[in-house]
């Protein structure tokens, strides 16, 4: 009984220590792929948007104060057809007076107030062949299709293509329409001159 007793006990150890071996281990893949061409953004102006200086007895007291848009031309332009989207991040992350995914800061005044927020506008692409602006919520699982323009948002991704999916391409020139807004002057400490400071970064993305 006590040999029988001891095998069992036995056979429980080692059936315990095999369960604890299998449960502290985990797998690690590493994937991805190198692609053969490269593609290089660039701006107009050399990506600068200038509002000028703005006289604060201008701004709306109890709503936002909406500025005239400003364009600018982004051209992408690859070493062959590539699939690739843009993803823009905020450089003032956080700064924006009304958050949206699609909205961007212009900085914070007096520590932290904050002093409004742009919008990036995606309108009219003009390809090697007819596209539509594109954008994905979820990293280019899926992609929606605006004909008419879309929005450059720092939570998705925007590519150029149709049906909706994105194309191949080697060069393309779009429309970014900058949109700003200035917080409502009562939030504001306007005693002296603030800068509006936006900055965003916009990065290629390989599919």
């Not at 909706?164 to 002296?192: F, H, W």
Request: proline letters at 5%.
């Amino acid at each position: 009984m006590k040999d029988s007793l001891a095998a069992l006990t036995g056979a429980l150890l080692v059936a315990h220590c095999a369960a604890a071996l299998a449960a502290s281990s985990v797998d690690l893949s590493v994937t991805g792929a190198i692609t053969p061409s490269a593609c290089v953004p660039s701006l107009s102006e050399g990506g600068q948007v200038d509002f000028g200086k703005l006289a604060a007895k201008d701004l709306a007291v109890d709503r936002s104060t909406e500025l005239p848009p400003v364009s600018l031309q982004l051209s992408v332009n690859c070493e062959a057809q590539t699939l690739f989207a843009l993803n823009a991040r905020d450089n003032r992350l956080g700064s924006a007076h009304f958050f949206l995914s699609g909205n961007y800061g212009l900085g914070l005044i007096n520590g932290g107030e904050k002093l409004g927020s742009y919008g990036i506008g995606v309108f009219n692409p003009v390809a090697d062949t007819p596209v539509q602006p594109l954008f994905s919520f979820d990293h280019g699982e899926t992609w929606l299709v605006n004909s008419s323009g879309s929005y450059m948002g720092h939570d998705y991704w925007n590519a150029f293509g149709d049906s909706p999916t994105p194309k191949a391409l080697r060069n393309v020139t779009v429309e970014l329409r900058i949109s700003a807004y200035i917080a409502p002057a009562r939030t504001l400490t306007l005693t002296e001159e603030v800068p509006l400071d936006g900055s965003a970064t916009l990065d290629v993305v390989y599919l």
